[in-house]
């Protein structure tokens, strides 16, 4: 087998490989630096660059690169709104290729000018030929459901032929199938550049490219959605702490570990006190701003190692890693006094306090219904002793 054949089957079988991204993978982060690698890798690019919309900040914002300098694409932040060349891709859809000095400042401060854009796009877009009721059945195009005309060399736009490339984008921007498009339908976009070399960017590399962009734009979007229903099985929906199931799960697993291992941690159960009255005064939607405000009150008051959960109603469990009774009881006071001190204007500056269980492994038990069970007790004595305290058994 020849030189070149051997060429060819490698990069078929990188290309089978950036492919299976759409059918293998859901966790995001793989998605996108197998991607930005097999771009480089296949096609030879000199630099490529990735960039996601951030729809909440308004924003293209750069995320990873291969052959820029380190930090210079997760440094740009392009406003969706502006007018900046990265912007274009993602309403029309259509890869933009260019060789001219850059003005844009964004491609200026990335030094690129013979480069080009390619949409990565989350939604399947129409075909041209279904919005416009084509009937040029000799066009490549036509009737191929996943290809938009312009990533098929030799189609026509009614009896015109789009071979180049310009003239197909000038044909675009007055179709009603671009017409309707907004940056709603894309993740992002992917800069590929060939400044150093000099070397050409073929239609080709970017017509297959965009294809594949297309296909890994759909990637993108089913591990997002992949991603959030995690979460949500494991948040609780209110305060976006972990919920009971997952918090139990957890314990489970640090007794087993404590068990075989060794090691210590701590457990502590907290309650609202008077939570029954913060609702019948001031309605439960104030209830819940409350319940939020405690959420981030705890949050704030752990550690990066720990763990907080709302529990159940207005009561939340934390998990104190590598703790023994004396810190756990310190911890603890802590989260107590910054509970007491808060301000919280929806109930007229009244404050909230909460009480306090704690239990600590070996000290108090080696099981986990032994632990919850002693946490639990010592919370509600908490209670009965005044409130607005920690206890310990």
């Given at each position: 087998m020849s030189d070149i054949e051997n060429a060819q089957d490698s990069k078929e079988l990188a290309l089978l490989e950036m492919l299976s991204l759409v059918y293998e993978e859901m966790d995001l982060d793989t998605i996108e630096e197998r991607f930005v690698n097999l771009t480089a890798d296949i096609f030879g690019f000199d630099r490529v660059g990735l960039f996601f919309v951030k729809h909440r900040k308004g924003v293209l914002q750069g995320k990873l690169c291969k052959g820029f300098d380190p930090g210079i694409i997760?440094?740009?932040?392009?406003?969706?709104?502006?007018?900046s060349i990265f912007i274009k891709p993602l309403i029309t859809g259509f890869p933009l290729i260019s060789s001219e000095e850059p003005t844009d400042p964004h491609t200026q401060k990335l030094g690129i000018h013979d480069f080009a854009l390619i949409p990565i796009v989350n939604k399947k877009r129409l075909s041209c030929w279904q919005i416009k009721k084509c009937t040029k059945a000799d066009c490549p195009a036509y009737g191929k459901k996943w290809l938009r005309c312009w990533l098929v060399p030799g189609t026509k736009c009614g009896n015109i032929p789009?071979?180049?490339?310009?003239?197909?984008?000038?044909?675009?921007r007055?179709?009603?199938?671009?017409?309707?498009?907004d940056s709603d339908t894309a993740e992002g976009v992917i800069v590929v550049d060939n400044s150093t070399s000099k070397k050409p960017i073929a239609m080709e590399s970017i017509t297959l490219l965009s294809i594949v962009a297309h296909a890994v734009g759909g990637a993108i979007c089913n591990a997002k959605v992949y991603s959030r229903t995690l979460r949500e099985s494991i948040r609780d929906e209110l305060t976006e702490l972990y919920n009971?199931?997952?918090?139990?799960?957890?314990?489970?697993?640090?007794?087993?570990?404590?068990?075989?291992y060794g090691g210590i941690f701590s457990l502590l159960f907290c309650d609202i006190d008077h939570f029954k009255e913060v609702n019948d005064t001031f309605g439960h939607p104030t209830g819940d701003k409350v319940l939020v405000r405690i959420a981030n009150i705890l949050r704030e008051n752990i550690r990066s190692s720990?763990?907080?959960?709302?529990?159940?109603?207005?009561?939340?469990?934390?998990?104190?890693?590598?703790?023994?009774?004396?810190?756990a009881r310190t911890l603890a006071e802590q989260i107590c006094r910054a509970i007491a001190a808060a301000m919280i204007p929806e109930i007229d500056g009244r404050q909230v306090t909460v009480s306090i269980g704690l239990a600590t492994f070996n000290d108090d038990s080696i099981s986990f219904e032994g632990l919850m069970a002693k946490a639990d007790r010592a919370m509600y004595l908490a209670k009965n002793k005044g409130r607005n305290q920690v206890i310990a058994l």
């Open positions: 997760s440094s740009l932040e392009i406003p969706l709104n502006g007018k789009l071979d180049d490339c310009d003239r197909k984008e000038e044909m675009c007055e179709c009603e199938v671009f017409a309707k498009q009971r199931r997952f918090f139990n799960e957890r314990l489970v697993d640090e007794v087993d570990r404590a068990r075989r720990d763990m907080v959960a709302r529990y159940g109603g207005e009561e939340f469990t934390i998990l104190l890693l590598n703790t023994d009774k004396n810190l």
